[in-house]
């Protein structure tokens, strides 16, 4: 049984095309079959961060305008297998996507067998987040902890809770907060928000902590997730919160400043967190 | 409370309940002057008032010409249904309009044998209003509404988000948002909640600012109300 993911975030570069490539990168390498779908119509990234660009010939709005096939759109990853991309127009707007259409893509995907569907949420609420949302099983909402970013998390909830189909059929779709670029040195100094601070302001449960990281922005520009560098923290962080979304049990690293030893006391800042 | 009786041989049942309704507190017997104020009050929200059962305060108005009174109402289609805490004097007459008995002292309207009188005004009895009860979080952008009866929400009301209600709101857990109480001018209106963090509080018009809400009851839990024209905030429970 397949299952569709929205990752969605209402305020605009918080990390959501960032967290769909790693999420699906790492669901893969568990090998479940996964898609990831660039709901992003007009402003199209996730092929860029997933390094798929030069391969893109079709795209969504040509499946659902039926101008192409499935098979024809979407890309294989060749770094990971099981891993393909369905990439988005770049001459579209959001008005290209439909209920219909995008409904008998998200079928056409169930029905080849995929185990996750990972829909990638533009920012905002309107049409092209409002489709990402609607077919969704589970919501990733990702949060930067700030108050805007926290505010706009806060109103996509409430859109989860009403304009989605799970509602229509008298379910709920199950959310899961993702915060990223969390940096605890400037938690500490009041700079920032907490994470419990944010838990408390949003109420859904914690699937993890992305630490600020450069190694996060250095991958996307190389087109590669930070997940396959498994010696940056944010790979580490990305790794755990892959493994507690298919149910494994782990302890939330990445919370607090990490304690600095003698070495780093003497030549300044910690480069790397302690695990 | 009368129980409801399934033995088919009864033609009804009885049933207590208890209605939220409006009362026209008179401060004034002249009937002119109460009508004009009436024409604007009904024409701001003319589908609230739109046949609304009405009960009648003559407390400041004891000389008031009851018939031409319940004629005027009528005529602005309103629904005058009872008179609370009548003068002795005008006890026969309401009677003869078809006004029931409120008398203090007595949850129900009027004595047992009065009783009778009751019955020609079901729009009481009837048009039980329980309001709205919310178990979710509301979040921002969300509005929730509570037409002619309380709001009650269980869960946290986010920043950005608004709960109404034409009788009270009550919020049993932090209150981040806008609440807004008896917004049909219903200034006995009350706003509850466990721990105020509220960005605007309003009852019947009168509000209060974030910035104007005292620090002191900042996360507290608190009731708000009219006093005196403006709005106040006091601790609730033991201090």
New interface residues.
């Given amino acids: 049984m397949s299952k569709v993911i929205v990752v969605t975030s209402g305020k605009g570069g918080v990390g959501k095309t960032t967290t769909s490539a790693n999420v699906a990168t790492g669901l893969a390498l568990l090998g479940y079959r996964t898609v990831a779908i660039d709901f992003d119509v007009g402003l199209r990234n996730l092929d860029l961060v997933m390094g798929c660009e030069r391969r893109v010939v079709y795209d969504f709005v040509n499946v659902i305008k039926k101008e192409a096939s499935l098979r024809q759109a979407v890309i294989r990853d060749k770094r990971v297998e099981n891993l393909f991309i369905l990439p988005a127009s770049q001459t579209r707007d959001k008005d290209a996507l439909d209920v219909e259409g995008v409904g008998r893509v998200i079928e056409d995907f169930r029905a080849a067998q995929f185990d996750y569907i990972i829909c990638d949420s533009p920012a905002g609420?309107e049409r092209g987040a409002l489709m990402a949302m609607y077919f969704a099983d589970e919501a990733i909402v990702v949060t930067n902890p700030e108050v805007s970013s926290v505010?706009?998390s806060?109103?996509v909830?409430?859109?989860l809770?009403?304009k989605t189909r799970k509602v229509e059929t008298g379910e709920r779709v199950k959310t899961h907060l993702l915060l990223t670029r969390y940096a605890p040195g400037r938690v500490a100094k009041g700079e920032m928000l907490g994470y419990a601070d944010v838990l408390e302001?949003l109420?859904i449960p914690l699937l993890g902590v992305i630490p600020e990281s450069k190694a996060v922005l250095q991958a996307s520009n190389l087109g590669t997730p930070v997940i396959l560098d498994p010696t940056a923290d944010a790979a580490q962080a990305y790794l755990d919160v892959v493994a507690r979304f298919v149910g494994e049990e782990r302890p939330q690293r990445f919370l607090d400043v990490p304690k600095r030893g003698f070495f780093s006391r003497l030549f300044g800042e910690p480069t790397a967190y302690a695990g | 409370m009368a129980s409801p009786e399934r033995d088919p041989q009864k033609a009804f049942t009885l049933k207590g309940t208890s209605t939220p309704l409006t009362v026209l507190c008179l401060r004034s017997s002249d009937l002119e002057r109460i009508e004009r104020q009436l024409a604007t009050t009904v024409g701001q929200t003319p589908s609230f008032f739109q046949h609304a059962p009405l009960v009648l305060d003559l407390e400041g108005a004891a000389g008031v010409e009851l018939q031409g009174l319940v004629a005027l109402l009528r005529r602005h289609k309103l629904a005058p249904v009872a008179l609370r805490n009548p003068p002795k004097a005008l006890r026969e007459q309401a009677i003869s309009l078809g006004l029931a008995l409120l008398l203090p002292g007595n949850g129900r309207a009027g004595k047992p044998r009065e009783a009778k009188v009751e019955t020609p005004s079901p729009p009481v009895v009837t048009s039980a209003t329980f309001g709205v009860t919310v178990t979710?979080?509301?979040?921002?952008?969300?509005v929730v509404y509570a037409p002619q009866g309380d709001l009650v929400v269980l869960?946290?009301v986010?920043?950005?988000?608004e709960v109404v209600a034409d009788g009270n709101v009550h919020v049993y857990a932090p209150l981040?948002g806008r609440a807004l109480a008896g917004v049909h001018d219903r200034t006995e209106a009350r706003i509850f909640c466990s721990s105020l963090e509220a960005e605007f509080l309003s009852i019947a018009g009168h509000y209060l600012m974030a910035d104007e809400i005292p620090e002191a009851m900042r996360g507290k839990a608190v009731l708000v109300c009219v006093e005196e024209d403006r709005l106040v905030v006091r601790r609730l429970g033991p201090l």
């Fill in positions: 609420i505010r706009d806060d109103r909830l409430g859109l809770d009403a302001l109420g | 979710q979080p509301v979040r921002s952008g969300q869960a946290p986010s920043s950005g988000a981040r």
